[in-house]
C-alpha cells in the first residue's frame, strides 16, 4: 500500500471499502506519541480521540476518503497554553484541514487555471467534487502568500466592456 498511496506510510491501513460510490480507507496513526504543536514537547498521555474525514485524490475515478483515528493527547508542559492537542501526520495532515496536501495542491492548481465553474466542472471529470467557492478559497489563500497574482477572466468581467479585470486576491 505504501508505494501505491505514498502519503499513508506514517499510519496503519486498518480496512478499505467501497461505498456509496468511493472509496473510503479506514487507518490510524502509528506513532505512540505526538509533539504539542503550541510548545514541541512530546506526550504519550491519550485525552481522547475520534474520526476525522480527510479527502485524498481520486483514484481511477473514484472519490477517496481517508477515515483516520486521530488521538487528542494531554500536554505534559504546565507552561503551555494548551491543555491538550490532536496529532497530526505530516504529509497527510494540517490543523482544520479537510484535504489531503495532494487533493489540496490539485485543487490549487485547478483554482489557479480555472477559477468557478469551469474548475469545478474539470474537477468533476477528475473524480473530485468540490464547489467553486472552495477553489476560489484555495487560490486566494495560495495567492494571500505572495507567489503571484491571478487573473479571474472567467468570472471577473466588467459589465461595461466585457474586457477581463485583472487583480491580486
Known amino acids: 500500500m505504501e508505494e501505491l498511496l505514498p502519503h499513508l506510510s506514517a499510519v496503519r491501513v486498518e480496512r478499505v471499502q467501497q461505498?456509496?460510490?468511493?472509496?473510503v480507507i479506514d487507518a490510524r496513526v502509528r506513532a505512540a506519541s505526538a509533539a504539542c504543536r503550541w510548545c514541541g514537547q512530546v506526550s504519550g498521555r491519550v485525552h481522547g480521540s475520534y474520526v476525522r474525514q480527510l479527502r485524498d485524490a481520486a483514484a481511477g475515478g473514484v472519490q477517496v476518503v481517508i477515515a483516520l483515528r486521530v488521538r487528542r493527547f494531554r500536554c505534559v508542559n504546565s507552561a503551555c497554553p494548551a491543555v491538550t492537542f490532536a496529532e497530526q501526520v505530516a504529509g497527510?495532515?494540517?490543523?482544520?484541514?479537510?484535504?489531503t496536501p495532494l487533493l489540496a495542491a490539485l485543487l490549487t492548481q485547478i483554482g489557479l487555471a480555472?477559477?468557478?465553474?469551469?474548475g469545478v466542472r474539470l474537477a468533476a471529470a477528475a473524480g473530485v467534487v468540490v464547489g467553486r467557492d472552495t477553489l476560489l478559497r484555495l487560490s486566494r489563500r495560495y495567492l494571500s502568500l505572495g507567489w503571484g497574482w491571478c487573473r479571474y477572466s472567467a468570472w471577473m468581467t466588467s459589465p461595461s466592456t466585457g474586457a477581463a479585470i485583472t487583480a491580486p486576491c
Open 114 to 118: 480555472l477559477a468557478g465553474r469551469a
Open 92 to 99: 497527510l495532515t494540517s490543523p482544520h484541514s479537510r484535504f
Open 19 to 23: 461505498a456509496a460510490g468511493r472509496v
